[in-house]
């Protein structure tokens, strides 16, 4: 079996679980984030903290801390050198009291039912935070893309179908793409799923490719959808975007569209990083009049790597992978992976720093955050600011079940709609109850799935 790639691992593997509950949730010390590696119990004393800030009852808490139902499925597989393989995969709907179960499902040699259990929890708030009908599921099958051919992982996706095709649906719990899986993946799943029950089903399964049922605007829609929050936390402290500067780390697609429309609101991006494959460390290009995003993108990569070299010969400055987390710029958008802002580099956030929007998942451990939050720094959490791709799913899933298409304009304008409230809804609590801002985004969300429990009678 061929070594995974250690990017890959850290940008997707178990870490990204732990990181993320851990985020300021939990009071524990860095040694305790370090030790602990059950991504679910994590998940669930995060759960736990808010559950007490909303005084739940006993019977909330005992239901929403544990996913209401898991799948566990064995998917014998025939291998192109004819041998059979057999390959374990996991569904867990954590919570539908507000809508159907939504969430991705995940190819990962490293796939655990923790980690799956976990997001699926994540997925229920993250829905919720941002007000659209839909519960918490996550899906993980525990295989290595790397190394199966195409025909291999058709077979296990069609596998994974015919063992949950009872149990899932548009009106049940609908996947998505997730760690490599693709659009492809999404479309094998959905015909295998429209076999078995013998008609059309569109509405089964989103991130599908646009023509064959996908929605416009879902490739913009997380970046733009933590510039609509960015916008908004501007707008606050009635900081004209004009005259701030952006540091964004990272250059895939959260933080290349995120830049986008930043530049659309006459923003200026003076610095980005990237994973540079062949050194094996990240990198970041700084430029003083702002990056250009046409000739970056011409000198990157499928993965979002810049060509060093050539960003020098573009006038860049090369600096260490670190550096954006450094630079004097108002805003700092870490869209790459989770653990990169800590306690060891916390305190190299320039004062100029105002606002701090969380493109990717976990991006700040626990102790890193109690310091942004001290020194008074607007935090838009992950779990809002980074919304925008589910709800741009949920749009799809809408356009399939009608079988009608909107235009991109419609399906960006609604997605700044549902960003622009939530953002609203989770500053405005935070300024009601003097909140942190992330603390804010989980009362909210948590708040709204316990009350649509106790609503039908649940608890
Ligand atoms: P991507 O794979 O398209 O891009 C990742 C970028 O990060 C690449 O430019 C890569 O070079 C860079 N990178 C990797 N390691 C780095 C390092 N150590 N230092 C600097 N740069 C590094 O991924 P993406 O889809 O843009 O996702 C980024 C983050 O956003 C992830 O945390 C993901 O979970 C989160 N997220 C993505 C979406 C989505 O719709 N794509 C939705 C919600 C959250």
Redesign the pocket.
Known sequence: MAAINP?YL??YGIINYHTHVFNHFLEESETMAEKSFNPFEMAQAQFDRVAEILDLDQGTKELLRYNLREYHVSIPVRMDDGTVKVFRGFRVQHNDARGPAKGGIRFHPMETIDTVRALAMWMTWKCSVVDIPLGGGKGGIICDPHNLSMREQEAICRGWIRHLAKDMGPLKDVPAPDVMTSAQHMLWMLDEFEAIHGQRLPGFITGKPVGMGGSLGRTE??GYGVIFTVREALKQLEIPASETRASV???????QYAIELYNQIWGKVVCV???DQKDQT?YSFYKEDGVDLATLRSITDR???IDKVRAKEHGYEVLP?EAWLEQDVEILIP????HQITWKNVDKISKSVKIIAE???GPTTPDADKVIHKRGIFMIPDLLA?AG?VTCSYFEQVQSNMNYFWEKDEVLGKLDTKMTSAFNAVSDLAKKKKLYMRDAAYVIAVGRVAQACKDRGWV
Do not use: I
């Open positions: 990017v850290d940008n829609a997380t780390q990272g250059f895939g697609n959260v933080a990083s990237s994973w990240s993965f979002g790597g992978g869209s790459a992976l989770e493109g990717a998942n980074n791709g």
